[in-house]
């Protein structure tokens, strides 16, 4: 038996892990199994090429709990190590490395890939345990070694008399960690980080029934059957998922089988999926998900997760994943995302630039071809995926620069048009005297169905965009189509938003007019509404209110995050009233003497034109169905 000090100067190098590496203490059973694992696929290389000279099999890593010993196990069929080794590799390497990284860990955090250099990972066993052994077996011909260390720099290391390949870590759990030897507890964890990994993970056994036939040569309706239970390995994991399969071997049945596994809870199916596969100039695979989605941007409790070589690191793919798809769902698998120590942080990087371009250009692809293989089925689901890919085009150049060939604007009755679409179908109708084309939409069907119905008597197409960046896309579209100017169909008279040479003449003099001016604006509160006077068909309603385009869209671009400009998100309501000089109405509000008859005529029609666009609350509501009643009388 030897007995020695680990190679460190730092006495405390125990606290110190505790503090910096590690942020969460769960983490450290991650770190065993993977440092199981790797000593499991090792050994298969190994094998493989000849150069370890035993039968591979069907290696497993169990985790076992032993409550009363308050020791939990972590055992593996892996190469093992010698007596050597364990002195190279656990005391030597980890501790100088652990305290060299400590060193440089105070000023920066250039620490990608440590765990994988320095073997930090086993050390995360302190984290929950007041004492550490290792009984290692080598797959060499060589005596199995049994290495003890209190978390004191002090270890003994001496022979065991293990006799199978592998090595087993014994935790004794501390006082403060009892909660790691409750079933329940490693169960969840195991679910967590493990649930993917490639060597199959036993904790515990389970019953299963197995069916056995009695009698021979009967007919198969007539067989007895009865079921036997036998206790089998609970095998946690599933070390072949779906990702790591090419999507040739994938059909649409085993995609979604795979998002149900991912995601037990979800019980809507996902809309389709996009499978990534890429080997240069970085390795990532993954399969990424469009759930239906509302266009309420909802906080996400299942996100895409991220797994380096099969072992989950976290939910949080900020940086890596552009932010538009962080609305999708899905895993994504890569050696080389540069990860700080404990994994729970992502390094700044350029290959991590490159990867999330790499996702923008290939979901763009796959959206492309959905687009192109089956049209209608993407109209269907248009409104389920608009939400996430208006955001994309606001928010990623490349992703707005490939948009063009698939996304859709809807109009009110139920097409579909690309931009290019748009254009070519509307220009013989809807451009103005000035050469631009006037693109109408509206907001809420229901709410602006009046507007409309008006534009529609007029040969218009409408357009219907109800996501609540709509403002903010228009704007970037109009801005790099400048023949090209999107309006809502509620912000003016129709024949003032799209002008044609052709001007009606009105009824009424320019004397007349200014005095039906003057008489409008002593009633109608000019705080919130701006008379104006049009001469308008004479079949059009009298009095129509509208919202100027301009100021609504800088309202709700303010509102929803454009930068509060001038304070706009805070600005009271203002709208036009336009009043048609050519409707009967305009002509009795002038000739009536009356002043009280001449009021009450201009409210009544004002309180008409808000009614039309549900403006009409509250007590002016009940005012005016008292109103309306007595002149039924």
């Known amino acids: 038996m030897t007995t020695g000090k680990i190679n460190v100067s730092v006495e405390n190098i125990f606290p110190l892990i505790k503090k910096f590496l590690y942020s969460d203490h769960e983490i450290f059973l991650r770190e065993l199994i993977s440092n199981g694992t790797d000593a499991t696929l090792k050994l298969k290389h190994l094998t493989s090429i000849g150069e370890a000279k035993v039968e591979y099999g069907n290696p497993i890593i169990e985790v076992k709990i032993d409550k009363e010993g308050k020791k939990l196990h972590i055992i593996d069929q892996g190469l093992g190590m010698t007596a050597d080794e364990v002195e190279k590799y ?4 980890a501790f100088s490395g652990a305290e060299e990284f400590l060193d440089k860990y105070k000023d920066s955090a250039k620490d990608s890939g440590i765990i994988g250099h320095f073997g930090l990972g086993f050390y995360s066993a302190f984290m929950v345990a007041e004492k550490v052994e290792i009984i290692t077996k080598s797959f060499k011909d060589e005596p199995a070694a049994h290495w003890t260390c209190d978390g004191s720099p002090e270890f003994t290391l001496e ?4 006799t199978t390949r592998g090595t087993e870590i014994i935790l004794h759990i501390a006082e403060d960690s009892l909660e790691f030897l409750e079933d329940s507890k490693i169960n969840q964890l195991l679910n967590k980080y493990n649930k993917f990994m490639p060597i199959p993970i036993k904790f515990g056994t389970k019953t299963e029934k197995i069916e056995q036939k009695k009698g021979e040569e009967v007919a198969a309706e007539d067989i007895d059957k009865t079921f036997t239970e036998v206790e089998v390995d609970n095998i946690i994991n599933n070390p072949n998922p779906a ?15 795979f998002y149900r596994e991912v995601y037990p809870m979800q019980f ?3 809309l389709f999926h996009i499978h990534l596969n890429v080997d240069y100039p970085f390795n990532l695979t993954g399969i990424l998900y469009f759930p239906k989605l509302g266009s309420d941007l909802q906080i996400q409790k299942d996100k895409i997760q991220l797994y380096q070589n099969q072992v989950y690191v976290t939910d949080n793919v900020e940086g890596i994943v552009p932010e538009f798809l962080t609305m999708l769902k899905g895993v994504i698998d890569s050696p080389d995302i540069p990860l700080n120590v404990s994994r729970s942080g992502l390094q700044a990087d350029a290959a991590v630039k490159k990867i999330s371009n790499y996702i923008t250009r290939k979901v763009a692809d796959k959206l492309k071809s959905l687009f192109t293989e089956n049209r209608a089925d993407f109209e269907q689901k248009w409104n389920d995926i608009k939400i996430v890919l208006e955001y994309g085009m606001l928010s990623e150049d490349k992703f707005y620069e490939k948009a063009g060939a698939f996304v859709l604007y809807p109009t009110v009755d139920g097409k579909y048009y690309t931009l290019e679409e748009l254009k070519e179908n509307l220009a013989a109708n809807q451009t103005d005297k000035d050469g631009k084309l006037v ?3 509206a907001g809420n069907k229901e709410a602006q169905h009046s507007y409309i119905e008006i534009a529609k008597d007029k040969g218009y197409e409408v357009l219907l965009l109800d996501s609540p960046i709509i403002s903010h896309l228009i704007q970037k579209i109009e801005g790099d189509n400048s023949n090209m100017t999107f309006v809502r169909v509620d912000s003016d008279h129709i024949d003032n938003i799209i002008k044609k040479e052709e001007t009606t003449i ?7 007019q200014t005095n039906l001016k003057t008489v409008l604006e002593a009633i109608v509160p000019k705080q919130t509404y701006s008379v ?3 001469a308008l068909d004479s079949n059009a309603s009298p009095f129509i209110i509208t919202q100027p385009e301009f100021m609504r869209r800088m309202k709700e671009i303010s509102q929803s995050g454009g930068g509060g400009m001038f304070g706009m998100g805070n600005m009271p309501e203002m709208y036009n009233l336009v009043v048609n000089t050519n409707s009967e109405l305009a002509t009795s509000i002038l000739n009536n003497k009356d002043k009280d008859a001449q009021e009450s005529l ?27 009643f007595e002149l039924i009388k």
């Open 439 to 441: 693109v109408l939409y």
């Open 506 to 512: 009105s009824k009424l003099s320019e004397e007349e």
């Open 532 to 534: 104006q006077l049009e």
């Open 243 to 257: 990702w790591t399969k090419q999507p040739t071997e994938l059909s649409d049945a085993d995609y979604k089988d």
């Open 159 to 162: 022979p065991a008399d293990k």
């Open 90 to 93: 656990i005391n030597q390497v």
């Open 602 to 628: 201009v409210k009544q029609a004002l309180d008409l034109a808000k009614l039309s666009q549900n403006l009409l609350k509250g007590e002016a509501l009940t005012a005016f169905v008292k109103r309306s």
């Open 268 to 270: 809507e199916e996902p």
